[in-house]
């Protein structure tokens, strides 16, 4: 038997319980807590992750940094350099007539060639790198951080996140989070040698928080955006269309 | 005779959305460890590199692993908050602290319980003995366990809390501890589920669906 009383309470808390997920919901979206993937089936799980993530890294720690001793002798790669002919043209000069295109939500859209990076304050980490299938290694990444590229472009305040465009068709995206962090480097060196073509060359981003498939090879250009819905098919990247989230920090 | 304490509301519900939950892991950790079913010791570990153990599972790489994390990781939320309101209401009602925690008698009566019985009379007043050691071993070391773990292998969390992955010895021993605390839960499953077939079946799964169970007799 159910009761007035207590059918009224059970109505009083569905309706609270809703105008408290629609709050929530509110807030997560103002605050940058939601991921571009946040529909379908899974939505809920990566938007909880990706929330709770940044609710945690707010202070903005660093990924745990190793011993040159430590690192792996072995870095495999998954897949090789882009077959394209403009790929394998920049390749074969050694990169010469490469450049790095930042455009969007600039105040300069700017190009870098490779010298011209090479010249710019440099940064070195020696870290761990997960690929999602389950492998990993460790390796010294040389380069320049991505916020002083950004900031060199004089990136407007209304950027939300960066999103990444390779020779290949692998185009991602990174927030303002992990775009400004200071382990984030457009890289061109990896364990004291040039990036080799396999891991990434001419450079690679390398977004240390996260698994491997963020940190994006065969870089071509940078674009700051204010929202990744009208970007490619408005869900952060060309992975999550074969299942692969978004956000990569688990 | 009384009739027998139900079980409460509370746990009938988070039992039955837990073992959803659980089943969802098991399937999609499956489907995560087709991509790379090799496990190491220490920080690294990849082919070309020596391996502590070689699963006997396809490798399988046409991108099993996408929805599996995605299921994976789904799932963790519902189990961990699903598990959270349990321990908190157990916690509240004293379930916990009458029912599960195993006294120091339980080990040595623990061995006369592993033979499945028919419900009635005052054993089924309460968890017997063995009940007590496996159910609490699951809620305090098992899941715990798998939280650990599931969280050592994250490098964002790693960056907030080092220390989850180097008191393992790294992420790769993360990894295989997180597969053999699975293992763990797949045998405590595998217990369970043959326990209730043979104790009463039908009986048992009532108790944990509707929190009626055995009446005492007389008044059955």
Known sequence: MISRRRLLTAGLTAAAGASGLA???RLAARYGLVPPDHGGLYGAGETITYAAHRLLTLHQPLAREFDRSQISRVAPVNGGPPESDDYQRLLRRNFAEWRLEVDGLVARPSSFSLDELKRMPQRSH?????CEEGWSFIAEW????????LARAGLSPRAKYVVLYPFDDFWD??????????????????????????????????????????????????TAVETLADVGDGQGAGAVAYGYSWYAGI | MRALEPHAAVVRITHWINAASFAALLVSGVAILLAHPRLYWGETGAFGTPSLIDLPLPLVLTGQSGWGRSLHF???????????????????????????????????????????RRPGGDDDLAYNPAQRLAYFAVVAVLFPAMIWTGLA?????????????TVLGGQQSARTIHFAVACALVLFL????????????????RGMITGRRAMSPGRA
């Open chain 2, 74 to 116: 789904l799932s963790a939320w519902v189990c961990v908050l699903v598990g959270g309101a349990y321990v908190a209401a157990g916690l509240r009602s004293g379930h916990l602290r009458r029912d599960l925690v195993p006294v120091a008698a339980d080990l040595r009566r623990a061995a006369g319980h592993v033979r499945p």
């Open chain 2, 190 to 205: 595998a217990g369970h589920v043959a326990m209730v077939a043979l104790s009463g079946f039908r009986v048992r799964m």
């Open chain 1, 173 to 222: 995206s990174i927030d303002l989070a992990d775009a400004l962090h200071p382990q984030t480097l457009v890289t061109y060196g990896m364990n004291g040698r040039e990036l080799p073509a396999g891991h990434g060359a001419p450079v690679r981003l390398r977004v240390t928080r996260q698994l491997g498939y963020k940190s994006v090879k065969y870089l071509s250009r940078l």
């Open chain 2, 153 to 165: 292998m994250s490098p964002a969390v790693t960056a907030v809390v080092p220390f989850l992955v």
């Open chain 1, 126 to 130: 020696i870290t761990h790198q997960a």
């Open chain 1, 142 to 149: 040389t380069g320049v951080p991505l916020s002083d590229i």
């Open chain 1, 23 to 25: 709050m929530a919901a």
